[in-house]
């Protein structure tokens, strides 16, 4: 097995001389801790880098609507939210059961072809998932306008999100795909294919909006269902010549459909589900609330969620490549390498979120300049960032903390925490914030903050209570296979008496 071409975990036979003592106390230990750091940055910086890309075939969308008009643009900004919270945060959420799954076996199972089968059974379920989100999609404008919204720009939306129905499988199916390269270590593989999609996408969105083609409005989500179908055909091509691809084995829809393993993706993928998308719902009810108040506090909010959203991809790299790494360990038996790598993925969260906060700080005053010339949403916009600030430090916790969490199969942890946090305490306090003490956009982002924190704490509490050993047992029996001793990383073994 190997992760872009280097091996992570070489099996050997459990004899005394692989499995030399060693305590990785004391000096020891910052030299281990400071080599999975190294690590973890390695395989972080291609996902962030990757996320950041992805996030601008949505910014070239609203280049292209918004030389059409403000209606158009408006319902693009609708269909994509409704799109988002009630679609492809449902299926991502469900596709994060290969991060445990995955990871866990690829290093700890004796079929060389678990993770491939993982990979189908992720593919089976997300076609049947698609199912009633596509029935769902085909009421968009009815539903919209039940909440209230413009008719006019209802129908737009509706039209919009009817044209993203057939998109739903494939960006599915890239989503499971990318998560089975990862959790392999692969984690350049979404990079590329973002390299190759978005230049395409940008000549797609000019052709078809204003271009030769001159759809018009209609361009926009035609354009991006052709990015979309496209994203799982680049990646199968960078697996089929990059990657050995011994991993796969071919299709077996035996396995693909073994309704006990299906039945261990959903136990997973669920609890899933609400980790993600209850964080996600929160910000848009967020959103819609902003609006309530006003048009400028609504143009703040979007500039501070924006800002937001760049920043969150450097803690979402690392802990995706947590993930990765704990999931590894945990598959291969080693409870103690697996703990000292989710110690460094909280240091390297630590420190990035303190850098992140710092800039928000830093540059509050004069931020907003970047985005609007409107002195009174620059001015709103600098009263919101101290606040933005503090949540950069506690949603880099949550988010290295959720990563950690999925590498041991903990979704329902991070789902329960999630849940309690923003519906329970965030939103209630944010609204009573906002519009009974009058303190506005400020209210509503301080819930947003105070929920954060809340989650954050307990889940680094949570992660910190770990018993590491019970979850290399709890992998061993979900993997099926008995105990095994692999061949540690370079710098020597950890075994399960060392001391941390």
């Known amino acids: 097995m190997t992760i872009d071409g280097e091996a992570i975990l070489e099996q050997t036979e459990p004899t005394d001389s692989t499995i030399p003592k060693v305590d990785v106390s004391g000096s020891l230990n910052f030299r281990v801790t400071l080599t ?5 940055l390695s395989l972080a910086w291609p996902v962030s880098l990757g996320y950041l890309m992805q996030n601008s075939l949505g910014l070239t969308e609203v280049f292209s609507l918004g030389h059409l008009g403000t209606k ?3 319902a693009s900004a609708l269909a994509t939210m409704w799109a988002n919270v009630s679609g492809f945060s449902i299926g991502i959420g469900m596709a994060s059961a290969l991060d445990t799954l995955c990871s866990q076996s690829y290093t700890g199972s004796s079929d060389p072809h ?15 998932l698609c199912i009633p989100i596509s029935a769902l999609w085909c009421f968009t404008e009815p539903l919209l306008v039940i909440v209230g919204q413009d008719p006019e720009i209802a ?17 599915f199916a890239y989503d499971c795909m990318k998560r089975y ?6 984690m350049s593989g979404m990079l590329y294919v973002i390299f190759a999609a978005a230049p395409m996408n940008m000549f797609i969105q000019w052709l078809l909006v ?5 759809m018009g409005f209609i361009g926009a989500p035609v354009g991006l269902l052709f990015t979309y179908c496209s994203l799982p055909c680049f990646l199968y091509l960078y697996i089929y010549f990059f990657t050995s691809g011994d991993s796969w084995g071919g299709w077996d829809l035996q396995e693909a459909f073994d309704i006990r393993q299906l039945r261990e993706f959903l136990r997973l993928g669920i609890p899933g589900i609400f980790q993600l998308c209850s964080e996600w719902w929160a910000f848009e009810i967020v959103a819609l609330a902003a609006g309530w108040i006003g048009e400028k506090e609504l143009a703040a909010q979007s500039i501070v969620l924006s800002s937001c959203g760049l920043a969150y991809m450097i803690p979402l790299g690392i802990a995706i490549a947590s993930t990765t790494k704990i999931g590894n360990a945990l598959g291969a038996n080693f409870p103690n390498l697996a703990k000292v790598n989710a110690l460094s993925a909280i240091l390297l969260g630590t420190t990035f979120s303190i850098f992140n906060s710092a800039v928000f700080l830093v540059t509050g005053n004069i931020w907003g300049w970047l985005w609007s010339q409107d002195p009174e949403v620059v001015k709103i916009v600098g009263s919101i960032m101290p606040m933005a600030a503090v949540f950069q430090f506690s949603d880099g916790f949550n988010c ?3 990563g950690i969490l999925r590498g041991c199969g903990q979704q329902k942890v991070g789902a329960f925490l999630n849940l309690f946090g923003f519906y329970v305490v965030g939103i209630p306090i944010g609204l009573y914030a906002a519009f009974k003490l009058e303190w506005g956009l400020f209210g509503l982002w301080f819930g947003l903050g105070f929920a954060l924190i809340m989650v954050s704490v307990f889940e680094i509490i949570w992660v910190f209570r770990i018993n590491w050993n019970e979850e290399a047992e709890k992998a061993q029996i ?3 296979e008995e105990t095994r001793l692999l061949s540690p990383p370079s710098y020597g073994s950890i075994t399960d008496d060392a001391t941390l």
């Not at 678990?114 to 049947?128: C, D, E, P, W, Y």
């Not at 204003?210 to 001159?214: D, E, F, I, T, V």
């Open 155 to 171: 129908r737009l939306a509706g039209i919009y999100t009817s044209w993203l129905i057939p998109a739903l499988f494939p960006y």
């Open 400 to 402: 290295v903390g959720g």
């Open 72 to 74: 158009e643009l408006a």
């Open 210 to 214: 204003w271009g030769w083609l001159k």
């Open 36 to 40: 999975q750091v190294a690590s973890i």
């Open 478 to 480: 979900m993997i099926g």
């Open 181 to 186: 390269l990862q959790c392999q270590g692969i």
């Open 114 to 128: 678990i993770t491939g089968k993982h990979l189908q059974r992720s593919l089976v379920i997300m076609a049947f």
